[in-house]
């Protein structure tokens, strides 16, 4: 069916309708005489109207419900788009923060690094002064420290020297002169160099000069000399001769057995009386002997302090004449024996070194150190 087909039927159902109504109108007029007449319509236009009507509804309906379905869509997507947007807008926040965090931590290491380092630099500051007054202290105590190096080293050749003149101890003096060398060593300085060229010359000669330690010998002098009252000297005989066997055997009877009796008696007799008589003598001998034993170990004494070249022999005429007065089973004669032994086999010096070198030196370098201290004066 056409367009056109469908136009006439309805037109011709429209014309339908109005006959209808015609005749509704003139039954309603009839009956009503003063009643309005409505306008007539045709019936075709009557329903195209209607249908074009319908038609704008459904356009209208199906136009609302596209724009709800928009709606509801773009409703969604703001939904989603408002979460999504929350969501970022929480992640930058939380970001914001702990971006604020760190540059706050960042500011308070920054301060506190800051006061660390001027804590730092003041420490830096205070060290630096410290140092050069300790320095400058320093500088100041450097020429007392030099002069109490050489004061005692000044005392260290003294005694060397002293020891040489007094008891020819070559090893006492040679330690104090290495010991002085020693402390030369440490002050490194230009001026000494001439007192350490003697001092070294100095010790090469104690070096090779023989070892012999008066000072032990005198010690060991000095203990005999008070132990002189308890050594043991030899007794004289106190017991007499008895009757000899010989003549007794001739004797018989009465005349064996008288004889044997007065023998006895006499015998305690004789040496009652020889034991009186010997002890005044024994005890004379004894202390004669033991005030020459004092006498000769004080002159051995002095001998060795003087350097005597008689010194070798009166140690082994003292130690023949002990033997001959003393017992040597005696421990003290054996330790003077062994001493006088001793002192006969070292090599006894007449003329020990000396450190004449090292003093003088000594002595020229006091004196420049003078005069130039008197010249800045």
Avoid at 52 to 75: G, I, P, R, S, T
Avoid at 242 to 247: F, N, Q, V
């Amino acid at each position: 069916m056409t367009m056109q087909d469908t136009s006439e039927k309805t037109h011709d159902e429209d014309v339908a309708r109005v006959k209808d109504a015609e005749k509704v109108s003139a039954n309603d007029t009839s009956a009503e005489p003063f009643a309005e007449t409505p306008p007539r319509r045709s019936a075709s236009g009557q329903f195209g109207n209607k249908g074009m009507m319908a038609l704008l509804w459904l356009a209208v309906l199906a136009l609302a419900a596209a724009q709800f379905y928009v709606w509801q869509e773009n409703k969604k997507n703001d939904n989603a788009w408002q979460t999504d947007t929350a969501q970022r807008l929480t992640k930058l926040e939380s970001v914001r923060q702990h971006q604020e965090n760190l540059e706050n931590q960042y500011i308070s290491g920054q301060r506190l690094l800051q006061e660390r380092l001027t804590a730092l630099d003041a420490r830096i500051n205070q060290t630096q002064t410290e140092q050069q007054a300790i320095k400058k202290l320093y500088m100041q105590s450097l020429p007392a420290r030099d002069e109490i190096t050489m004061r005692e080293v000044e005392y260290r050749v003294r005694f060397a020297e002293q020891q040489l003149a007094t008891t020819g101890n070559v090893q006492t003096a040679l330690s104090a002169l290495q010991e002085a060398d020693n402390e030369l060593a440490t002050l490194d300085r230009a001026d000494l160099a001439d007192v350490r060229v003697a001092l070294t010359q100095d010790i090469e000669v104690l070096q090779r000069a023989p070892a012999f330690d008066a000072r032990d010998f005198l010690v060991k002098l000095d203990q005999s000399l008070e132990t002189t009252e308890t050594m043991t000297p030899y007794d004289l005989p106190t017991t007499m001769p008895a009757t000899r066997s010989s003549e007794r055997e001739e004797m018989s009877g009465w005349r064996y057995w008288w004889q044997g009796v007065k023998d006895t008696i006499l015998s305690m007799v004789r040496v009652q009386i020889g034991q009186l008589e010997s002890r005044g003598i024994v005890a004379a001998d004894v202390a004669l002997d033991r005030q020459e034993l004092r006498l000769r170990l004080l002159t051995l004494r002095m001998m060795i302090l003087t350097r005597q070249s008689a010194t070798r022999g009166e140690a082994i005429a003292l130690s023949s004449w002990l033997s001959d007065h003393f017992d040597n089973d005696d421990a003290h004669v054996a330790a003077l024996q062994k001493m006088l032994s001793d002192l006969v086999a070292s090599p006894i010096t007449v003329s020990p070194p000396d450190v004449s070198k090292t003093v003088d030196a000594l002595r020229v370098w006091r004196a420049t150190q003078t005069h130039s201290a008197e010249s800045f004066q």
